[in-house]
T-cell receptor
Framework: EAQVTQNPRYLITVTGKKLTVTCSQN?????MSWYRQDPGLGLRQIYY???????DKGDVPEGYKVSRKEKRNFPLILESPSPNQTSLYFC?????????????FGEGSRLTVL | SQQGEEDPQALSIQEGENATMNCSYK?????LQWYRQNSGRGLVHLIL?????REKHSGRLRVTLDTSKKSSSLLITASRAADTASYFC??????????????FGKGMKLTVNP
């Protein structure tokens, strides 16, 4: 089954404690992206990647890091989480190199930073 | 400012009625997509309409695109309780740098009452 898998689905952490949200897709997609969703603000892009070892900033990259060492994986790293990073995070992938065609989304990771 | 804006922001109808949601955008686009999000879940792609298309159908969904008015509508016919969800439009626009970018609206909530 074609899918994008995120882990963990739910996480409560404390300010400053580094965490990683993993994302894996099994569709051999070139393009992967991370979004955060906040009430009243919609979906905002954090980082995206058009290929292995190629990543670029989205609209709200501050406080986040990503890596793309393999095609299928695109982890999101919060080196020193802060309460304003409390949000619902989505990973997405697309077979279109610019990510402007159909996006496949993971089920989301709800993060709370205390 | 937001590229795509859904209207209305919330809609409540009875099962069996039709639901119409509108999306307006500001700049020229290559295509426009509609996504559905069940509460707290990942977004699911519904339909993509290209800038040279005026109307597209998929099952009970009908999407129109009017590039002269920079607007699109999503019609769900014979709605069901299972259609209760948030709906997002996403526009593929060309940035000042010449690259393509997919931008999501803030979404609108549809409630279908049994």
């Amino acid at each position: 089954e074609a899918q994008v898998t995120q882990n963990p689905r739910y996480l409560i952490t404390v300010t400053g404690k580094k965490l990683t949200v993993t994302c894996s897709q099994n569709m051999n997609h070139e393009y992967m992206s991370w979004y955060r969703q906040d009430p009243g603000l919609g979906l905002r892009q954090i980082y995206y990647s058009m290929n292995v070892e190629v990543t670029d900033k989205g609209d709200v990259p501050e406080g986040y890091k990503v890596s793309r060492k393999e095609k299928r994986n695109f982890p999101l790293i919060l080196e020193s989480p802060s309460p304003n990073q409390t949000s619902l995070y989505f990973c997405a992938s697309s077979r279109y190199i610019a990510g402007v065609g159909e996006l496949f989304f993971g089920e989301g990771s709800r993060l709370t930073v205390l | 400012s937001q590229q795509g804006e859904e209207d209305p922001q919330a809609l409540s109808i009875q099962e069996g009625e039709n639901a119409t949601m509108n999306c307006s955008y500001k700049t020229s686009i290559n295509n426009l997509q509609w996504y559905r999000q069940n509460s707290g879940r990942g977004l699911v792609h519904l339909i993509l309409i290209r800038s040279n298309e005026r109307e597209k159908h998929s099952g009970r969904l009908r999407v129109t695109l009017d590039t002269s008015k920079k607007s699109s509508s999503l019609l769900i016919t014979a709605s069901r309780a299972a259609d209760t969800a948030s709906y997002f439009c996403a526009t593929d626009l060309i940035t000042q740098g010449g690259s393509e970018k997919l931008v999501f609206g803030k979404g609108m909530k549809l409630t279908v009452n049994p």
